[in-house]
């Protein structure tokens, strides 16, 4: 994973750090030579007793996100709160709200640029209105597989991508990297190429590039928060929605409706983000490479859920009587995106020769 922090415990390295940072959040930025250096004085699976927090000051963090409880986002967000509370000793406690509980994903979000909340698990297209250039990954059928999409994370492009959020919109990516299998579509209809979806009520989350994706594939664009799908299904209200293969039976789409095409035309990536001010404020330098190192282990983590929900879920819902496409006519899909791209770039959605940069990344 790109910028994989190895930590290693050192307590002279913990001691030198805690000269320049003292108590639990200083009015001071915190350097990253100073996060660096504390993130090489922690190491996983040490106890947290042994773990100098340089004066860090008990804080409670509040973290959301809005999947579904029992998911494989949830799972990993579970992970996280119980993995920095055990390896903090408990001075740092986190205040989980799944489930959209604080509010939809673009509530969320604007609470985070805020400093309300102070973490927030969510996928990354959540953060395409900050940062532009993240919008080319948001493009449905731009990205050809698992590898070239690590290709892209992995870049230089896209490092710079999570500078300008820090240093313009105050949100720090603590870590970025949590790949869901390939995102397919649900319907009440067997679906095997784009004009099977000619003027369908689809239910498409409430990001430009989705909608633009989906709008010319043909079909009729819904927004719905992901808690209103399973009730629209069920009123006919939708025929449609596109969804995380690993995260369909843990919703119980399934239930209402029965046909899945393995379209692919997008990769989910889980991402933990933080609040700037917070984390400079709120934590010691020490605090700071344990929620990094945390974080980064919860994206491997939420991977391995993903994995095993969907070989789980997949044979679950076969026997529920679910028809599952898996070798649909994706060309007849990438046929109606052809120019969406340039226009899409030619709108200014992101950077000029962005597109191309992914494409030969392949």
Known sequence: MKRNRVIALSLSALMMVSLTACGSGSSDQTSEAETKAASEAVTAGDNAATVDLGGQEPVTLKLSSTVAVGAPGDLAAVDFKNMVEERTGGVVTIDHYPAGQLGSSDEISEQLLMGTIDLNWQTLEWYMTFQKDWNVLGLGFSVSSEEHLKKFLESDKETEIEQKLLEEDGIRMLSIGGISRPRVLVSTESVNSAADLAEVNMRVPSLTLYTKTWQAVGVNCITLETGEVYMAFKDGMISATEFPLGSIYSSAYHEVA?????????????????????????????????????????????????????????????????????????????????????KCEAEGLWSEGLYDYLQGLQ
């Open 258 to 342: 029965k046909y899945i095409t393995y379209t692919n035309h997008l990769y989910s990536i889980y991402c933990m983000a933080m609040n700037e001010n917070n984390f400079q404020s709120k934590l010691t330098p020490e605090t700071q490479a344990i929620l990094i190192q945390c974080a980064e282990e919860v994206c491997l983590a939420y991977m391995d859920y993903d994995k095993k929900a969907v070989d789980e879920g997949v044979k679950a819902m076969k026997e529920a009587g679910v028809t599952i496409n898996e070798t649909p006519d994706v060309d007849s899909f990438k046929e109606k995106m052809k120019n969406v791209a340039t």
